[in-house]
C-alpha cells in the first residue's frame, strides 16, 4: 500500500524531472556530517505534506523517512532553490510541447490566514485577522507561470510588476525561448495609468478592467482562467492556512503546488 502510495505522489515521470534537480550530498573528507537518505522518499514525504496538510510531527512511518530528517532536507532544497527550478523544468516540458497559450497571461490574488511568521499582515477582508496573500500569474488556459507571497495586507498592485518580471523564459516548439504573453489580463484592482504606460513600454498590451467604467465582473469571460489556477493551488491542503514560521518555507510548498499543478498537464499528455 506504501508503494501504490508514493507512485500516486511521485510517479516515476515527475521523479525523472526532479531527480537531476537535487542538491548532490558530498561526504566529509573528515567525517562525520549528515548521513545519505533516500532522496525520492524524503521528496515524496514533502509532497505528502503538501498534500494532505499534516504537520511535519504526524508524518505517517510509512514513508521510511524521520519527520525531523523530512523536514531538515525540505529546508536544505528550499535554500538551494529546488522548487523554482523544478516548476521551470515542467514549463520547459509542456513549452517544447506546444501545450503554453502565449495570447495572454492572466494576474490574480487570494488570501489565506496565517497562524505565525513574516510575510503576514492585517487582512483588510477577514476583520484585520492575521494572513498571508498568494500571487498568481497565469497563461491563458491556466497554467500557473509565477508564484509570490506577501502579507494580506499588501495591495494587489504591488505584486503586478515583479510577477510579470518574474515569468521565466521557457522552452518553445520551435525557436528561442519565451517569456512575453501578448496581452495581460487583470481586474480593476491593478488598474493605474503608471501600469499602463509600463505594460506598453515592454510591448505587452495591456487587458486591466477600468474603475467606473466596466461591469462589476471584471475580467468577465475570461475570469474563470485565473479563477481556476487559484482553486487548483487551495487543493493542496497545506497552502489553505499558513502555519509556516518562514516566509520562504511557504513560498515553497507554493512553488511546489505550482509544479505539481504543471505537471499534472504535461502527465495527461503521456497517457
Known sequence: MRVDLSRRLVPDELWELAAPLLPRFTSRPQGGGTAPVDERAVFTAVVYVLTSGCAWRYLPESFGVSPATAHRRFTVWTEAGLWRRLHRTVLDELGARGELDWSSAIVDAASVRAKRGPLTGPNPVDRGKKGSKLHVLSEAQGLPLAVAVSGANLHD??????????????????????????????????????????????????????????????????????????SWLFGYRRLTVRYERKGNHFLAFLGLAAALTCYKRLAKLTT
Open 157 to 230: 498592485s504591488q505584486a503586478f510588476k515583479p510577477l510579470i518580471l518574474g515569468m521565466p523564459a521557457v522552452r518553445s516548439r520551435r525557436g528561442p525561448r519565451r517569456r512575453r504573453p501578448m496581452k495581460i489580463r487583470a481586474d480593476k484592482a491593478y488598474y493605474s495609468a503608471e501600469h499602463l504606460s509600463w505594460l506598453r513600454h515592454r510591448n505587452l498590451v495591456p487587458r486591466i478592467a477600468r474603475p467606473g467604467i466596466e461591469s462589476g465582473e471584471r475580467l468577465g469571460r475570461h475570469r474563470w482562467k485565473i479563477e481556476r489556477p487559484i
